[in-house]
């Protein structure tokens, strides 16, 4: 669609995403320059109906950006009271005595928030300063200049049937121009995953990315059960020890928990799946007596960023930031990524500021960056990650260590291995797992959590999940890894079918149901899997999550 | 006290959804009477006479009733409404389209799609397409309701003799005027319509094994719609999805084909009256809400239905 | 001609609404909200006539709180020309809507006014019906082709049965059903511009109508699960318990 007349729009700074990290860049910008005309671009239906995560909150950040928050009804209400970390096997559970946690897991003076309602609440802050925020509509291109830089974002086209012709209400996508670009998609954007490649923006980066998929849910629960800013984690059951992962349980406002389960993807057996072992373990006595006589009222996954400090790329290129978990400022042993991701965005918003008033080259962002206390942050937190690959319990042991005697200053960084979609072994040398059926009461099949989450794309548009081979399921992937998007696609998106007439199985694409995690994309063994911005508007409708 | 039903009717016959709405008024009172407007409904007033527990016909008969204008039954409507505490229609497009309207002359509320009657004044009706169901309580002189007919089941057509007593037609003048209605006219009942509705999914495998539900649709005068898995997969078009993002449907009789029972699936089939579900996975989650279920393959079960229903058409003829 | 569209902000239809533990109602707190779908239709096919050069303009009307404003910016980026908020702080039932908005028209004097055929939260499908009632306008619902010729307006709407056709004249009160068109996106530029058109807001309480609720919520409940029934052994079976048991072939 080359041809097509498209408007353009210019402002100073076009954001795309608002989560904690465009809101911020936006608030800050604003605050230091009210002139400044500002362009968020966000592709959920309204902003924060694509934030899904934890969320136990420092407001560390947020101290700094809205120091009245509270003042202002910030969403941001439930002290944590109280927490228990428990290593669980399948009948039992072991308390690890508070003492002996390192400090990173310990969670005093923060908030269990939902961070799609804080995102929410920024957007109308930001929006108030005069920030222009346009929900429903992806930036689905980059603009260049002829100079190569970063110029801006085209948006998505909207009313195209599914093999890319307009419709009746058919819209082309606007050019957008900004002096500075700021992409903040979150983790694995697919504009972020341009700049990085075009840009080379990960050559001096020690290790290779690495992330973990994230699920949550939301219990109503009985009230007697409730424990309002009870927060507790696990590790464990029903994950081999080899799988890095865990649980998270908070215990938010109207008796709600929220409870959820992130799994490292760089896990070996391709018959894993991330979607079923969370599933498992809500079957766990201690879990199971939690939510017994409670209501499952959301669901939803997302995956995280956590290569930390090896792997974070260079955040600065020509005409454009690259900021939040779309570089990669998560804090894996705190599982913490949106107050860092503020702290980049308050960052990006100071340095934009002296780019365009004094003419400051976007590059002195790095090092603004390294005399944060972000910087600091993420290198105390560097190790733990990286010591899974020996297994869950040396991991623990050196992180006791790691954390709790060295606090994080051991003189030497321990490297990641594999990229993800690395990280697979052969099918035919893995174990098959058979996952229990689900009871409809803890444990739910993916048709009826999707359901849930309120996702929908309009019909008849094209598909936004590419395939750079779309025979490669058929000729390799299945037979390899038995194909594991099957899997590993926590909404059902991909099905293997068989072709009634010639018996050849193929694979199947319900794009309809995919709610953005981004995981298809990081994990496909061999990188085959292209997620694009589908129509403005779709996906998740994510509340409270 | 006696409760006025506005029947639905094409002038010749009563729709059926009368009849269920008669059902339902009937958990008010014991004493109905049914208020026919129409052109040359002689006939059909007569034919009505027998329905259990109508004790009245009020019959308005005029040749600029036939084609159903509300701006002219409306002001007949109200007029006559005001003698009763309850006036119910079926909640079809023909109550849609004339009810409001009479609320508005007679300035009260009505109740729309009630599903269950608690009390005279306390009604069950369904909102956000089914998904809330409200209980709603009024103290209104007179209640206007519209009944939705699968709620209720029909009332019995004979045993009672009811008088018919001829109303007065008052004239309304309107700039409005009937051109025609074109009535579906398919092989096979529209889907949104049918009694019978026959659904495949992804089991089929393939749009030539879609002929065999059309055989068996067409021995149950039914209709046919698809899972979207089997929609996507190509065996069948794209308007016959039932489902959250197809059709609604709440036929008398749901039989599900292959069909894995998806929650999204059942979002668009789950009030209909009866449900059937063959499948050859006994844990298929379609047997959870199914009335009946048949845990076979379907490639043997079809031919064998059919075959039976032949048989039966045998027997009765 | 004057084209007058109603708008009601709803729950978004891709929400999967929750009824409230205490059976008060449907969460809305923190809820994705929307135009209702078939006023959207309303308005796509009041942008049309403007375009057709049949409208000379378009005025879009709702009634709610401070939010309902949202519902009236994506009109007038559709390509409304101007709005009113009629602002009351209770939701109305839908003849007190009527009501309302048979002030507005009093005030406005518009040829034609759209409604969508239902509301998708309380599914009453009254108000267009109510509102021709008392302004003594034709009325034309579920409306899913519309000509205009001069003051002639020719109608397919959508029945049980299949379709009727008439005609009437303006004014009139018509309710639009999900065919009648397909409503356009709102692009960022018209977004843009409509954050300038004129949006007037009006105190129900300055409307001198009755407006207190005549029904009663007791309590919103969700529906009841469907449950399992039997499984039969074989096809004579089934087709035998359809037969004489569910009575239903
Ligand atoms: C299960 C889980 C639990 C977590 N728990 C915690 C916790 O307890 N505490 C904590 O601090 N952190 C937690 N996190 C991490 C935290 O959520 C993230 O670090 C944070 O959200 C990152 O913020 P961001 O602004 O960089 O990106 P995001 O929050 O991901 O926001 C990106 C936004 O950009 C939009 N977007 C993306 N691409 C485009 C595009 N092309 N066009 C338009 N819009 C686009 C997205 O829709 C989204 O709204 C958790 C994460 C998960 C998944
Ligand atoms: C946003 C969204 C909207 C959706 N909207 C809809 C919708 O409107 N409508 C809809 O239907 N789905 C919808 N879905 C999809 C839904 O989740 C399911 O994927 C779909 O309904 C599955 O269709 P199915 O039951 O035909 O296929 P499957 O789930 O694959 O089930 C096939 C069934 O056939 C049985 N079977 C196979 N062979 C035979 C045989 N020979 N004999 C007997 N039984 C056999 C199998 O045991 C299995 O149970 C939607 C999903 C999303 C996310
Ligand atoms: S298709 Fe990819 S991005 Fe979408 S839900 Fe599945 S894994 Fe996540």
């Keep these: 669609m080359s041809d097509i007349q498209r408007e353009e729009m210019s402002y100073d700074v076009v954001i795309v995403g608002a989560g904690p990290a465009g809101l911020s860049a936006a608030i800050k910008l604003k605050q230091i320059n009210s002139d400044i005309s500002i362009c968020l671009l966000e592709k959920a239906a309204e902003v924060g109906a694509h934030i899904l995560s934890g969320n136990v909150f420092e407001t560390k950040a947020l101290d700094e950006l809205i120091p009245n928050w509270k003042d202002l009804n910030a969403p941001v209400k439930t002290k944590v009271t109280s927490e228990d970390f428990l290593y669980l096997n399948k009948e039992k559970s ?170 490292g993807l760089d896990y070996k057996n391709p018959y894993l799946s991330p979607y079923d072992e969370f599933q498992q373990f809500k079957t766990h006595p201690e879990i199971k007596k939690l939510l017994t006589k409670g209501k499952r009222i959301s669901y939803g996954a997302r995956a995280l960023i956590e290569g930390g400090l090896q792997s974070l790329p260079q955040m600065h290129m020509p005409g454009a930031l690259l900021i939040g978990c779309d570089a990669g400022t998560l804090n894996m042993p705190k599982i913490k990524g949106s107050h860092t991701a503020m702290k980049s965005g308050i960052i990006a918003g100071e340095v934009i500021n002296k780019h365009l008033s004094q003419n400051e080259h976007l590059s002195i962002y790095e090092d603004e960056f390294k005399n944060s206390w972000i910087y600091d942050e993420l290198h105390q937190a560097r190790n733990v990650k990286p010591s899974f690959q020996w297994g869950l319990i040396p991991a623990m042991v050196f992180t006791g260590i790691d954390q709790k005697i060295f606090g994080g200053k051991l003189p030497f960084t321990l490297q990641h291995k594999h990229a993800d979609h690395d990280s697979l072994v052969s099918a035919k040398d893995s174990k098959k797992i058979d996952y229990p059926k689900y009871d409809g009461e803890f444990t739910f099949d993916k048709p009826s959590s999707v359901y849930l989450s309120g996702t929908n794309h309009a019909e008849n548009q094209p598909c936004h999940l590419l395939l750079k081979d779309k025979d490669l399921t058929t000729n390799y992937t299945l037979e390899e890894y038995d194909e594991p998007a099957q899997r590993y696609c926590p909404a059902g998106v991909y099905e293997i079918e068989t072709d009634s007439e010639t018996q050849k199985k193929f694979l199947k694409i319900n794009s309809q149901n995919c709610i953005h995690c981004k995981t298809c994309d990081i994990k496909e063994p061999s990188q085959n899997i292209d997620w694009i911005t589908p129509e403005g508007g779709g996906g998740p409708i994510y509340s409270g999550t | 006290m006696s409760v006025l039903i506005i029947a639905e009717h094409d002038n010749n016959i009563l729709k059926s959804s009368t009849l269920n709405t008669i059902s339902a008024a009937l958990k008010l009172s014991e004493d109905i009477h049914l208020l026919i407007l129409g052109s040359k409904i002689e006939n059909l007033c007569k034919n009505t006479q027998s329905i259990h527990k109508v004790s009245k016909i009020l019959k308005c008969d005029n040749e600029k009733l036939e084609n159903f204008i509300p701006e002219i039954m409306a002001p007949i409507v109200s007029n006559i409404a005001k003698n009763y505490t309850h006036v119910l229609t079926p909640a079809s497009t023909f109550g849609k389209n004339l009810l409001p309207r009479v609320s508005a002359l007679l300035d009260v509320t009505q109740i729309s799609d009630v599903i269950e009657i608690l009390s005279e004044n306390t009604f069950v009706r369904p909102i956000y397409a089914g998904n809330a169901i409200s209980q709603v309580e009024t103290n209104q002189n007179i209640n206007l309701l519209t009944i939705r007919p699968t709620a209720f089941d029909k009332c019995e057509e004979s045993g009672g003799s009811a008088s018919i007593e001829d109303i007065e037609f008052l004239n309304t003048d309107t700039p409005t ?46 209709a046919v719609g698809a899972s979207r898995a089997a929609v996507d997969s190509g065996y069948i078009g794209n308007e016959y999805q039932v489902g959250q993002t197809g059709k609604m449907v709440a036929p008398e009789l749901y039989i599900a084909i292959g069909i894995s029972g998806a929650i999204q699936h059942l979002a668009g089939m789950k009030d209909s009256k009866v449900i059937v579900a063959i499948n050859k996975d006994t844990e298929a989650p379609i047997f959870n809400v199914a009335d009946y279920g048949l845990s076979s393959d379907l490639f043997q079960a079809i031919p064998e239905i059919i075959k039976e229903l032949d048989l039966l058409n045998k027997i009765e003829s | 001609m004057k084209v007058l569209v109603a708008v009601k902000r709803v729950v978004d239809y891709k929400v999967q609404i929750r009824v409230k533990a205490d059976q008060s109602g449907v969460e809305t707190e923190n809820v994705k909200m929307s135009v209702n779908p078939p006023d959207e239709n309303a308005i796509e096919e009041a942008v049309k006539l403007k375009e057709q050069g049949l409208a000379q303009e378009t005025l879009a009307v709702t009634i709610g709180d401070d939010k309902a404003q949202d519902v009236l910016r994506t009109s007038l980026a559709m390509g409304i020309d101007r709005s009113i908020l009629v602002k009351s702080p209770n939701s109305l039932e839908p003849l007190a809507v009527a009501k309302t908005l048979s002030k507005i028209i009093e005030k406005e004097n518009p040829d034609l006014v759209l409604l969508g055929k239902q509301a998708i939260d309380d599914d009453s499908n009254q108000t267009g019906q109510i509102l021709s009632a008392l302004l003594n306008w034709p009325q034309a619902c579920f409306i899913s082709d519309l000509k205009i010729e001069g003051n002639k307006l020719f109608i397919s709407r959508e029945i049980d049965e299949g379709i009727e056709k008439l005609e009437t004249n303006l004014p009139a009160v018509l309710t639009c059903d999900l065919r009648l068109n397909t409503p356009r996106f709102a692009s960022l530029p018209n977004i843009m511009k409509a954050k300038k058109k004129p949006l007037d807001i009006i105190d129900i309480s300055t409307l001198g109508i009755d407006t207190n609720p005549k029904i009663k919520v007791l309590k919103v409940e969700e529906p009841p699960k469907r449950k399992a029934g039997i499984m039969v052994n074989d096809v004579k079976e089934l087709v035998e318990k359809l037969k004489y048991e569910a009575k239903v072939i």
């Design chain 1, 94 to 263: 072991f308390k690890v005595p508070n003492f002996i946690l390192p400090k990173s897991l310990q969670n005093h003076g923060n908030y269990i928030i939902s961070l799609s309602n804080l995102c929410k609440w920024l957007g109308e802050f930001a929006e108030n300063l005069g920030v222009e925020i346009f929900p429903g509509f992806a930036a689905s291109k980059l603009l260049y200049n002829e100079k190569g830089e970063v110029s801006g974002v085209q948006t998505g086209d909207m009313g195209l049937d599914i093999n890319g012709n307009p419709k009746d209400n058919f819209e082309p996508g606007i050019n957008i121009k900004g002096k500075v670009t700021v992409l903040s998609e979150g983790c694995r954007g697919h504009l972020g995953k341009e700049v990085i490649k075009k840009f080379n923006l990960d050559a001096n980066n020690k290790s290779p990315q690495q992330y973990g998929i994230g699920f949550k849910e939301i219990w109503e629960i009985d009230p007697e059960k409730h424990n309002l800013g009870k927060i507790l984690h696990s590790v464990g059951w029903p994950l081999e020890n080899d799988t890095y992962g865990g649980s998270f349980c908070y215990h938010a406002e109207n008796n709600q928990i929220y409870l959820g389960y992130v799994i």
């Design chain 2, 177 to 222: 005027l009937f051109i025609g209605r074109e009535v579906s006219k398919s092989d096979r009942p529209d889907l949104g319509n049918a009694r019978v509705v026959i659904s495949g999914g992804r089991g089929m495998e393939n749009s030539d094994n879609f002929k065999l539900l059309y055989e068996l649709a067409d021995k149950l005068n039914a």
